[in-house]
């Protein structure tokens, strides 16, 4: 329980007791002090400790953040080691060190925006503020030599009287790459380009400045004593249009190709090139079988316990003639069985067929076949069975392959959406990949 000692006199000194008994002012005081232990519960983040910081005797539960390494003599002598970062709180009357199990904690956390902090750097406050504020920071040139010249985070400056807002980089070189408009901070991507030894450099960056404080929050120059230095990986060939637009064909056709090949494989799912066909030891194939082949969808047989092989020998569908016909064999004692050929009434219904001795109810679905005068199969075309199918374990009922074909349906839906986002991003503008998805969560 936090004690706010000093919090709790003031309020004693200043509410009295009085003669009016409804509330006095002991009670009062009593009320006060109780809300004060009870808020007093959550420690405050005072702000950055270094070696050097004093922190004088907190009065209640107060914790600093820390990362540079050293004894910290007004902590209670707690030492960091190089590359540990750890909360430092005041708690019951004495300072602890809670480490936060991460190696190089900034280091991790600006990896994502390309920025490297010099080894033994002191963070200051309004750093760190802007260090969690940065969301974005990369460099394009046209130098094929791309890491000729090094930069650093020099100048991050927000609303003062005598600058104004201003964001910027320094190179080794010592040019200064600065943009002094009042939006420079406004959380959205900007770009700026600047000419060095006659090579283009283009600096995008995003800062969040709605949680930055008004002022000179970075201003570290010349070079040498640069804190925050531009990663190589941020440091990328510019993208001339003629590879942008190379890339955005690559893209469309990649899409398209990825749209296809989920359109293919839905279509074998719910079998409209159905799998369960033995199609290499099918025999007399031809352009209409292939047809046949290439649109029939389901085919359900409940109850069969798939023991024989199966096979089709005719498939007749909406002819003036002999109307809707089907016939079955199967493969038995090393011969194949020929069925009866069936009359069906509708193939948009469920007919019975019997196969060796046992009467099935059958699904097919046929929707996608046109009607035609002339047979898809027939066993005229060559002796035996022409078409032989083996049936999967994947459907037993009609439920079942709904539900599939709802499955499918819903990867269909997936497809378009990731096509549609990424048009998205093409209409946003090519990045590279390593500044998709830069941003992170704070």
């Not at 033994?120 to 920071?137: G, P, S």
């Not at 800062?207 to 804190?227: M, T």
């Not at 389901?298 to 003036?320: A, E, W």
């Amino acid at each position: 329980m936090a004690n706010w000692s000093n919090l709790k006199a003031s309020i004693n000194e200043v509410i009295k007791n009085n003669n009016n008994q409804e509330i006095t002012g002991k009670v009062l005081q009593d009320v006060l002090n109780n809300i004060v232990s009870n808020l007093g519960e959550n420690s405050t983040f005072v702000g950055v400790a270094t070696p050097s910081t004093n922190p004088g005797t907190p009065d209640g539960p107060v914790f600093y953040l820390a990362t540079n390494p050293g004894v910290y003599s007004n902590f209670g002598g707690i030492n960091l080691a190089v590359g540990e970062t750890a909360i430092i709180k005041w708690n019951n009357g004495s300072w602890n060190k809670s480490n936060l199990g991460v190696a190089n904690f900034y280091a991790g956390i600006l990896a994502l925006n390309n920025i490297e902090i010099k080894r033994d750097t002191t963070i200051l406050e309004r750093e760190l503020r802007v260090l969690l504020a940065l969301k974005l920071l990369r460099i394009e040139t046209n130098n094929p030599n791309l890491y000729a010249v090094k930069f650093h985070l020099a100048t991050v400056i927000k609303n003062d009287e005598t600058y104004g807002t201003r964001f910027g980089l320094t190179s080794d070189g010592g040019n200064n790459l600065w943009y002094s408009e009042n939006d420079a901070l406004d959380g959205n991507v900007h770009k700026a380009s600047f000419d060095i030894d006659d090579y283009t450099y283009i600096v995008y960056w995003q800062i969040d400045g709605s949680i930055l404080e008004d002022g000179v929050l970075v201003s570290i120059n010349p070079y040498i004593n640069a804190k925050y230095l531009i990663a190589e990986k941020g440091i990328t060939a510019m993208v001339t249009p003629e590879v942008q637009t190379a890339v955005q064909t690559a893209v469309q056709t990649a899409v398209q190709t990825a749209v296809q090949t989920a359109d293919t494989n839905a279509k074998k799912l719910i079998n409209y090139y159905p799998e369960w066909f033995d199609y290499q030891n099918s025999t007399g194939l031809n352009d209409t079988i292939n047809s046949f082949f290439k649109n029939v969808g389901n085919l359900i047989i409940k109850g069969y316990d798939k023991s024989l092989k199966l096979g089709i020998f005719s498939f007749v569908k909406g002819s003036t003639t002999y109307g809707n016909r089907i016939g079955f064999a199967w493969f038995k004692g090393n011969a194949w069985v020929k069925g009866v050929l069936i009359v069906v009434k509708s193939f948009d219904l469920s007919f019975n067929y019997t196969i060796d001795g046992v009467a099935y109810e059958v699904f097919i679905d046929v929707k996608r076949i046109a009607n035609s005068d002339t047979a898809y199969i027939s066993d005229s075309m060559s002796n035996g069975a022409v078409c032989r199918l083996q049936l999967t374990d994947r459907y037993e009922t009609q439920t079942d392959v709904q539900s599939l074909q709802t499955d499918v349906q819903s990867l269909q839906t997936d497809v378009q959406s990731l096509q549609t986002d990424v048009q998205f991003l093409q209409i946003r503008g090519y990045m590279k990949r390593n500044r998709i998805g830069l941003q992170h969560l704070f």
